[in-house]
């Protein structure tokens, strides 16, 4: 096991990383802005080094900075947590580079499993489910027309590199597709210098079901079941459950398996999620694979009782996955909600500045990770989430029950949070009967009905 780790991140996330370090018996150091210079996380960790001004280009996404914290300060391995430089494979070239472990997939897995063609060239290879579209990047609209034509429209056209829900056009008729085709290419490569785009199917009411998988360093690789995340706005998730509901074990662990055997066959160590969508009859079609830890990771670690992010530091130390497939096992349901500082009533604008009441909720089966307390001042540099509240109950019926009592006992002010909108969310009938898709909780805004 390392001796001391570095965390290159900050809020909830830095906690979470410095909580598992710490029950593994490392020492922690924890990067900071000057934004950041009172963040109550830092009281935490062993060590804190500032890294520069609020602003992210000048400090969380500066790779020299944060390798020469880890330098001077004789950290041995890097946590990443998830945003900031996360995903980004040269950063952990530079890691490997400089001898220090990054806490993290291999940059091979993670540029082969980032790169979305060869991440579905990978997943038809495992069985996993994929979009039925081209194989390949597509330059010429001849050939884009010949793949609409095969699979039908709706078709979408999405950018190999991309990310955010940039670099992705649909396109319901010929001249749509043309278009589309060429405006993604240019959107991609002024977003990520790279200009590769595919055409797939485009699925017009889906759920998304995701998989949570674990991969060690000695070819071991495991799926800790699904969550569902299909309560979103503008692609943002808000609730996540887990198990998904309404999937049949059988398929549930048929897509469970071929998750777990596309990271084994992309010789993945670390934590990584293969997202999909899920139409009506069960059918399921990969999105992406996610390399790192996710926000909504403590629905799984509730329901199977794994810690998440200590495997992966204790994998990325080179030991072997502490679980084997046989050992995992679904227990009750869990839900959790993101308590944003927005303004659910004014377009969500961001709510920064000072947090005068923090009272969490609490009682059985209620997890709160956040770095926020009272007299907190919640920077404008970053994104606008304050914490996760997570319930386990021993059935969804009961999860949803003590989601309703725990956001009632919460107590946030004077800023606004997402919280009162999440209440009204999981009393919805769509919700409580898991009758809905990703656009359920837009078209509830734009009515008003919550
Ligand atoms: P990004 O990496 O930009 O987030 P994703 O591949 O995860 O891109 O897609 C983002 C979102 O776009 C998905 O969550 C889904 O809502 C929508 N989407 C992507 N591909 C499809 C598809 N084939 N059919 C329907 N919706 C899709």
């Known amino acids: 096991m390392f001796d001391r780790i570095l965390i290159a991140n900050r809020g909830e996330i830095a906690l979470r990383i410095i909580r598992a370090a710490k029950e593994l018996g490392c020492e922690t150091v924890c990067v900071f802005s000057q934004a950041d210079r009172d963040g109550p996380w830092l009281e935490y960790a062993d060590h804190t080094v500032c890294i520069g001004p609020g602003p992210s280009a000048n400090s969380y996404l500066r790779a020299d900075r944060i390798i020469s914290a880890a330098e001077t300060m004789h950290a041995e391995a890097i946590h990443p947590g998830y945003g900031f430089l996360a995903e980004n494979a040269e950063f952990a070239e530079v890691c490997r580079d400089c001898n220090i472990e990054f806490i993290g997939p291999s940059p091979e897995a ?16 495992a069985g996993t489910p994929i979009f039925p579209g081209s194989d390949d990047a597509i330059e010429d609209p001849e050939e884009a027309l010949t793949v609409a034509r095969e699979i039908g429209f709706p078709v979408i056209v999405k950018a190999a590199a991309g990310g955010g829900g940039r670099g992705m056009r649909i396109a319901r008729n010929d001249e749509e597709l043309v278009d589309g085709l ?6 991609a490569i002024a977003a990520f210098g790279n200009g590769s785009v595919y055409v797939e199917k485009f699925l017009e009411q ?16 495991v799926h800790l079941f699904n969550r569902d995340c299909t309560s979103q706005r503008r692609h943002q998730k808000l609730i996540e459950e887990g198990p998904a509901p309404g999937v049949d074990e059988r398929v549930r662990d048929e897509v469970c398996d071929s998750a777990a055997s596309l990271i084994r066959n992309a010789k993945y160590s670390g934590a ?25 990771h403590p629905v799984t670690e509730a329901i199977t009782g794994v810690d998440i992010v200590k495997e992966s530091i204790r994998v990325a130390a080179g030991e072997p996955l502490s679980v084997e497939q046989c050992d995992i096992s679904v227990t009750g349901h869990a839900i959790e909600c993101r308590i944003n500082a927005e303004d659910p009533d004014r377009g969500f604008m961001p709510q920064p500045g000072l947090v005068d009441v923090f009272q969490p909720a609490g009682g059985f089966g209620v997890r709160v990770d956040t770095h926020v307390r009272p007299g907190y001042r919640i920077p404008p540099n970053y994104d606008s989430m304050i914490g996760k509240l997570i319930v386990h109950g021993s059935d969804r019926t009961e999860a949803i029950a003590k989601m ?7 107590r946030i002010g004077p800023i606004k949070t997402t919280l009162p909108l999440h209440r009204r969310l999981i009393e919805a009938a769509q919700f409580v009967e898991h009758d809905f898709d990703i656009h359920w909780v837009e078209r509830l805004l734009e009515e008003q009905l919550v």
């Open 206 to 221: 889906a759920r998304h079901v995701e998989v949570q998988c674990l991969g060690d360093k000695h070819g071991h690789a």
């Open 110 to 125: 993670m540029a082969l499993l980032g790169d979305k063609i060869s991440c579905k060239q990978m997943a038809r290879a």
């Open 272 to 296: 990584a999620t293969v997202e999909f969508l899920m139409d009506r009859k069960q059918n399921f079609y990969m999105l992406e694979v996610n390399t790192r830890v996710q926000v909504e």
């Open 404 to 410: 309703k009592r725990a956001i009632d006992e919460f």
């Open 182 to 187: 060429a405006s993604a290419r240019q959107e």
